[in-house]
Nanobody
Framework: QVQLVESGGGLVQAGGSLRLSCAAS????????MGWFRQSPGREKEFVAY????????IYADSVKGRFTISRDNAKNTVYLQMNSLKPVDTAVYYC????????????????WGQGTQVTVSS
């Protein structure tokens, strides 16, 4: 059974940092695209970043570019999201996801999802 488990969320003041982790089990995702999405109340799930796996291409949403960094440790089957200079608008539940096909900014292209971790940024 494939599982993605996020951790590292919490409450932080504006300007602060958090590092999210997503540990995968049940299969190896070393060559797979891994992404982070987020969803705040009343809004659609929003793309944040992905790492393509093979080739290591990383893509970010414009809203987080320069502040967030996605990385992965294939030996640990884990992907990370380092979030710096956090803003109140970054408040959301953050989800990691794994795709069986090519990397994408569309949530529909991802097959496996974690349960989410809450990030709250206070002003």
């Amino acid at each position: 059974q494939v599982q993605l488990v996020e951790s590292g969320g919490g409450l932080v003041q504006a300007g602060g940092s958090l590092r999210l982790s997503c540990a995968a089990s049940g299969r190896t995702f070393g060559g797979s695209a891994m992404g982070w999405f987020r969803q705040s109340p009343g809004r659609e799930k929003e793309f944040v970043a992905y790492n393509s796996g093979i080739g290591g291409t990383t893509i970010y949403a414009d809203s987080v570019k320069g502040r967030f960094t996605i990385s992965r440790d294939n030996a640990k089957n884990t992907v990370y999201l380092q979030m710096n200079s956090l803003k109140p608008v970054d408040t959301a539940v953050y989800y990691c996801a794994a795709a069986l096909g090519v990397a994408s900014t569309k949530s529909s292209q991802y097959t496996y999802w974690g349960q989410g971790t809450q990030v709250t940024v206070s002003s």
